[in-house]
């Protein structure tokens, strides 16, 4: 049966049945107190009428806690707080944003979800700030191999002196940095001031193992890599060389090409403020793709399980983490 077939993506109910199962395994928990003993469900309340809704519209999933006496549903404390699209449609839109290998555009949801653009937009930042995470363990344990590139995106001049081009190279653009594992199949993507030795080996040594072997390409700020790991090996493109045995980035310039795909594609514009979560996108998809045994209706369960704890307001560009 198709994910978009089931109950839970037309009908606000099952809705709020499907998120509470998600969020609320051990049943819930109110958000003020902390109280997870009786707590009531409060059936066929209505919100105040309005123009719109000249007899109201009933509150789904309305809890009250019987120690604080506060009513909460599921959406407190997650991305779907203070949010007044139905939650059915935010299941739609997470549907949508994981089964599309290179992204699917805000005016697209806005057209496909009957919301504003503006909504839209917000909508799928929220949930790409589902799809961030930190907890990845250091890449290339057991010896391992991690390899490792920079790519570029974008303009990361936000304002330019007036008559001042924008030249050529890569100076003016946002700087990319992603490790892929070869044994995990994992990818992390890093967005980097500058390409500087100073700025990516701390970056290295935080987040590959010391036993891992690490192939890159020539630059010239991946030299004595070897000292912190394992073992450090590279390919030399600048005389046409792209491989040599295991000795490549191969694997990782396969990620970038459906990144810059999606990015130039799909999204086609993009403020530095924003990139983080868009690579963020990018290496969820990576990393549960079909090719690791991650299905579509799988991919989103785990993105909706990310939905607890985080806030973002459409003014501040950085999550609120929201502790009891």
């Not at 990818?187 to 072997?213: F, G, Y």
Request: aromatic share 10%.
């Amino acid at each position: 049966m198709s994910v978009l077939s089931k109950a839970y993506m037309y009908d606000e109910a099952a809705a709020f049945a499907h998120v509470e199962a998600m969020l609320w395994a051990d049943g819930p928990c109110c958000p003020f107190c902390g109280n997870c003993t009786n707590i009531y469900d409060l059936k066929g309340v209505f919100s105040k009428p309005s123009k719109k809704n000249p007899e109201g519209v009933e509150r789904h999933g309305l809890k009250k806690c019987s120690a604080c006496r506060k009513q909460f549903t599921v959406r407190h404390n997650t991305i779907f707080a203070e949010s007044h699209i139905p939650l059915h449609k935010w299941l739609q839109a997470i549907h949508l944003m994981v089964s599309s290998k290179k992204g699917i555009s805000s005016h697209q949801l806005h057209r496909v979800l009957g919301i504003t653009y503006k909504s839209a937009w917000f909508l799928t930042h929220r949930i790409r700030e589902c799809m961030r995470s930190g907890d990845l363990a250091p890449m290339g344990g057991n010896g391992g191999a991690v390899e490792v590139d920079e790519t570029f995106f974008g303009n990361d001049r936000t304002k330019k002196p007036h008559g001042e081009k924008k030249g050529r190279g890569y100076a003016h653009k946002h700087k990319i940095l992603t490790l892929v594992d070869r044994d995990t199949k994992q990818a992390k993507s890093i967005i980097v001031d500058d390409l500087k030795k100073s700025t990516l080996i701390p970056i290295l040594r935080e987040n590959i193992a010391k036993e891992a072997v690490v192939y890159t390409d020539e630059a010239g700020q991946y030299q004595r890599l070897a000292d912190d790991f394992a073992g450090h090996d590279f390919t030399r493109h600048g005389a046409g060389e792209y491989g040599r045995g295991e000795v490549h980035t191969n694997t990782v310039e396969g990620f970038y090409s459906i990144f810059k795909r999606g990015m130039k594609g799909v999204y086609q514009h993009c403020g530095k403020q924003h990139l983080h979560r868009y690579a963020a996108e990018f290496d969820f998809r990576y990393n549960y793709r079909s090719a690791n045994g991650v299905e579509d209706a799988e991919r989103g369960a785990l993105a909706l399980s990310g939905a607890a704890g985080k806030r973002l307001t459409y003014r501040r560009p950085d999550p609120e983490v929201v502790t009891m």
